[in-house]
């Protein structure tokens, strides 16, 4: 072969060598280029928005602001709370996307609560104020949000366990009571409000019993019965309600008569797991002999009749006697012999029942004796 031929086949290898190595390198740039857009592209895209930036920033402003309080730098009951946006997080909270950047947040207030029921347990006065509202306020926001729904009944749970007496507890209670379908939890969270028990005054119970009537476990509540002087005490130290809070609780269709008294009498005692009774000074009372005998003989209608006009009075802020209160042989009675007769005539009620006089237990022998005493059959 000419040589002239052979260089020129030999420059066509070397230019197509070339020339596919060209192609390569290209191929190789383009894909890398292609590489690197779509990795800006879904940076770009993955990048957080504004609103989330935002709801961040103050997620992050709260959460500072709540572990200012958890370390002592903010004094428990004083100072000015600032705004923690609470119309804000409610807005944030209905959004599922907002979940991950929340719950750091419910779990910030969720052991600020922690903090500030255990104060609450050393410090029998102490309501935790300002602070206190403002936990109870957060908490709700997430309460009212579908997409909190796995962490309500652990909010509610430990509300129900340790948030009695905390400022805002029991409205914050209430507001959830009818959110929750779980039979479990809401015996836990109406227990919430038999706390109120232990006080002379049930507001707090009373309120949620009108909002929520009928309620079951409001009736698992026991009564104190008896001589009206010592029945304040016997109420708040026994934990028990009598008659003049049966009608706010559903009990007793009208508290100022004496003619459904009966009968709310004796459903309330059926009801009670416990029946608490102060005597007072008629286990000496001979009238009540007499009385007895009236019952067990005619029935009570005709000493309920007499003790009807004398409430009239009462309920009519006229003066009324000594002499106008209803006698039976040479004794007065009252209402209190009629509830002793119901307890003493029923196995039942008798055998759940606890006397007492002048506040100190009555042995049940005496008692049993005294009721042996009164039979007329």
Same mark, same amino acid.
């Given at each position: !072969? %000419?040589i ?10 070397w230019? &197509? ?5 060209? &192609?390569?390198?290209?191929? @190789? ?38 572990? $200012? #309080? ?12 600032? $705004?923690?946006?609470?119309? =804000? ?5 209905k ?19 922690? =903090?500030?029921?255990?104060k ?13 509202? @403002?936990i109870?306020? #957060? ?6 949000? %579908?997409?909190?729904?796995?962490e ?20 914050? !209670?209430?507001a ?18 038999l ?5 002379p ?12 009537p ?11 019965l ?6 304040g ?15 706010? &609780?559903?009990? !007793?269709?009208? $508290? ?18 416990? +029946?608490?009774?102060? #005597? ?34 009462f ?17 007065? #009675?009252? +209402? ?10 029923? %196995? ?8 007492y006089?002048?506040?100190?237990p ?10 042996? $005493?009164?039979?007329s059959r």
């Open positions: !072969m %000419p002239f031929l052979f260089q020129r086949r030999l420059f066509a290898t230019a &197509l060598v070339l020339a596919f190595s060209a &192609l390569g390198y290209f191929s @190789e740039a383009v894909a890398a280029d292609a590489t690197r857009c779509r990795v800006e592209i879904g940076a770009i895209a993955n990048r957080p928005s504004k609103e989330f930036e935002l709801v961040s920033k103050k997620v992050g402003a709260l959460r500072t602001k709540l572990k $200012s #309080i958890q370390s002592g730098e903010y004094r428990f009951g004083s100072g000015t709370w600032p $705004s923690p946006v609470v119309e =804000e997080i409610q807005t944030l909270a959004q599922t996307g907002n979940y991950e950047t929340l719950l750091p947040l419910l779990n910030d207030t969720l052991k600020l609560f922690d =903090e500030v029921a255990a609450l347990a050393k410090e029998k006065d102490f309501t935790g104020g300002r602070v206190a509202t @403002e109870f306020k #957060i908490l709700n926001a997430f309460c009212a949000s %579908p997409s909190f729904k796995k309500f009944p652990g909010i509610l749970e430990a509300v129900s366990a340790k948030g009695f007496g905390l400022s805002g507890a029991s409205r914050f !209670m209430t959830n009571f009818g959110r929750s379908k779980n039979p479990e939890l809401r015996a836990k969270m109406a227990h919430f409000f706390h109120d028990l232990a006080e005054e049930r507001s707090t119970l009373i309120n949620f019993a009108k909002k929520f009928g309620t079951e476990e409001l009736k698992q509540i026991p009564i104190a008896g001589v009206e002087e010592r029945l005490q016997l109420k708040v130290r026994t934990r028990s309600v009598d008659y003049k809070e049966w009608e706010p &609780l559903g009990w !007793m269709a009208d $508290s100022t008569s004496i003619g459904p008294f009966k009968e709310a009498l004796l459903k309330a005692a059926d009801q009670a797991p416990a +029946i608490h009774f102060e #005597i007072g000074e008629l286990l000496n009372d001979r009238t009540m002999k007499a009385v007895f005998k009236e019952i067990d003989q005619k029935g009570d209608q005709n000493l309920l009749n007499d003790l009807e006009k004398l409430y009239e009075k309920q009519n802020e006229e003066a009324v006697e000594a002499t106008d209160r209803p006698k039976l042989g040479n004794g007065k #009675i009252s +209402i209190t012999s009629l509830e002793l007769y119901w307890i003493l005539r029923n %196995p039942a009620f008798l055998k759940k029942t606890t006397f006089q002048k506040g100190k009555v042995p049940a022998g005496e008692i049993n004796r005294f009721a042996q $005493s009164l039979s």
